[in-house]
T-cell receptor
Framework: GQNIDQPTEMTATEGAIVQINCTYQ??????LFWYQQHAGEAPTFLSY????GLEEKGRFSSFLSRSKGYSYLLLKELQMKDSASYLC????????????FGTGTRLQVTL | DGGITQSPKYLFRKEGQNVTLSCEQN?????MYWYRQDPGQGLRLIYY???????QKGDIAEGYSVSREKKESFPLTVTSAQKNPTAFYLC?????????????FGPGTRLLVL
């Protein structure tokens, strides 16, 4: 089975940097995804990590350590529109591209 | 434009009634998925299909049924056996069931029990 842990809520100030952590335990790891979800909307893809290290994409970066079962999503130069839930999802090594999602971290960006 | 559509956006169900949620994609994706999301929770997998005329149960399949008669369509029926159906239902697809491709999500259907 799989278990994924994320903080429930975080608050940060506009223009600041915030790091959202995700830890996981899985019987077979085949990639980790981060999604952004605004209230009442569908999740949208942010990043994908399958090898150790940092993936950077504009203001968003994601890091993975497979040996530690750990990932983080780093958001720089926070904007009000970044207020959303951020979902960490792990894919296993099965035959289907099934994802197991964490409960999500609700980020509130304040002035 | 290519994408995934779900209808209706809101759906009301009476006690003892079956309802069907529609999911259509024109992305030519092989694999499709149905998730349920409860308030403040992550997504939980209900059913998935890797190819036409084949589907498998996810983690919470009880009280639900699906069909995959066409590549583009993967409807979900919420049966009267599902005792707590109020939730946000999301359909997703990927190009293949292996590989690095992410899942693309439809806009979701919110189901409410009257």
């Amino acid at each position: 089975g799989q278990n994924i842990d994320q903080p429930t809520e975080m608050t940060a100030t506009e223009g600041a940097i915030v790091q959202i952590n995700c830890t996981y335990q899985t019987s077979g790891f085949n990639g980790l995804f981060w999604y952004q979800q605004h209230a009442g909307e569908a999740p949208t893809f942010l990043s994908y990590n399958v090898l150790d290290g940092l993936e950077e994409k504009g203001r968003f970066s994601s890091f993975l350590s497979r040996s530690k079962g750990y990932s983080y999503l780093l958001l720089k130069e926070l904007q009000m529109k970044d207020s959303a839930s951020y979902l960490c999802a792990v894919r296993n090594t099965g035959t289907a591209s099934k994802l197991t999602f964490g409960t999500g971290t609700r980020l509130q960006v304040t002035l | 434009d290519g994408g995934i559509t779900q209808s209706p956006k809101y759906l009301f169900r009476k006690e003892g009634q079956n309802v069907t949620l529609s999911c259509e994609q024109n992305l030519n994706h092989d694999a499709m998925y149905w998730y349920r999301q409860d308030p403040g929770q992550g997504l939980r997998l209900i059913y998935y299909s890797q190819i036409v005329n084949d589907f498998q149960k996810g983690d919470i399949a009880e009280g639900y049924s699906v069909s995959r008669e066409k590549k583009e369509s993967f409807p979900l029926t919420v049966t009267s056996a599902q005792k707590n159906p109020t939730a946000f239902y999301l359909c997703a697809s990927t190009p293949t069931s292996r590989g690095a491709e992410t899942q693309y999500f439809g806009p979701g259907t919110r189901l409410l029990v009257l």
